[in-house]
């Protein structure tokens, strides 16, 4: 009894520890963000500002075209999130829902293309999609979504194989197609991880800088990760301005991940990938 409460205790100091490491970045960018410009980068660290420097906020939402940059990343991450969800489920049921032969061949390929860097197929990507005259358009952040991704497929195709066979297999016998099976059957039944991989899908589409840094000329479609980066000039930075629209830009993500954390846990415990 007593090892299993000093167990207890060193995991919970462990997990507090660990805590502190991740949330401290985040406390400097809120605290920076209403900062004084001379109290920005003194050392050691001022983690409580006098005074406080509101401004900070209406400088930086005005300096770029807040609003602008918000509808155009959100439209990437909608496409994103539904091209994602829809693909990856239909190529997972595939691979874990069909006996047909080479499937788990065609898995392990698959599973083994996460081992690729993505700089290693920049340049021909970037290629292929200059040649179909994408450039400069929202195609190349989004049309990759509809293609499925091997994460994303792994993840689903393991919370599948979790779904007792005798469902489809009764369904099977009653004459209902396979589309029928994967859309009546399997989709309802997998909703924790179709919502753990579409928030996957849109922390990476609204955190993505390099792919709108490399397709997007035209400011006007830029994105907010694009606009954070306007704040850096040839002599320096508009650190607080920045520090202040990045506080705003990261608050949806937390908010997003408060309202679904008990179906985002859910949905990885149950595809096997438990912490």
Partial sequence: MRKTVFQQLISYLLLIALSIVFIVPFVWLVTTSVKP????????????????????????????PFALYLRNTLLICAAVVAGTVLSCSMVAYGLSRIPW????????????????????????????????GWLDTYLPLTFPAFLGGAFSVFLLRQFFRSIPNELTEAARMDGTTEFDNYWRIILPLAKPALWTVGLFAFIGAWNDYLG?????????????????????????????????????VTVPLVIL??????????????TGIKG
Avoid: C
């Fill in 212 to 248: 709108p840094l490399i397709y997007l000329f035209d400011d006007r479609k830029y994105t907010l990760s694009l606009g954070l980066a306007m704040f850096r000039t040839q002599y320096g930075a508009e650190w607080g301005q920045m520090m202040a629209v990045s506080t705003v």
């Fill in 257 to 270: 991940f408060f309202f679904t954390q008990r179906t985002f846990v859910q949905g990885i415990t149950m």
């Fill in 101 to 132: 032969k080479g499937r788990d061949v065609l898995f392990y390929a698959l599973v083994g293309t996460m081992l690729l860097p993505p700089q290693v197929t920049m340049v021909p990507v970037f290629s292929i999609f200059k040649n179909l």
């Fill in 37 to 64: 410009d001379d109290q920005i980068l003194h050392y050691p660290p001022i983690w409580i500002p006098h005074p406080f420097n509101w401004r900070n906020y209406a400088d930086g939402l005005t300096a770029i």
